[in-house]
């Protein structure tokens, strides 16, 4: 992350903001958990919205994320459900669009 130019990092910070508010105005997502790691030659950057069964199911915690991210894959990773996260990828791709 500090390697970015600031007009890199701008653009960054644009791109998250701009994600945040259409996920909110498209799935009334309020909670969502940031977490950016830097353990390779690039970093990554997730966006990982709080969901009523993680809500249900794991406390609202740092420490929980692994667990709830395990849970999916094992639980939840089902053809529609895929359908359905690809489906709201498009509009949130639309609606990012739209903002600009």
């Known amino acids: 992350m500090a390697e970015l130019s600031q007009a890199e990092a701008q653009e960054l910070f644009e791109l ?6 259409a996920q909110m105005r498209l799935g009334d997502i ?3 958990t940031l977490i950016q790691e830097e353990r390779s030659e690039h970093f990554h950057l997730w966006l990982l919205p709080r969901d009523a069964w993680m809500v249900r199911r794991f406390e609202n915690s740092l420490s929980t ?3 709830m991210l395990s849970y999916a894959k094992e639980n939840r990773k089902t053809p529609e459900s895929v359908q359905e996260i690809l489906a709201s990828v498009a ?3 639309k609606e990012i669009a739209a903002q600009e």
């Open 65 to 67: 994320i692994r667990d």
């Open 91 to 93: 509009l949130l791709r």
């Open 16 to 21: 998250v903001y701009r994600s945040r508010l």
């Open 30 to 32: 309020r909670e969502v």
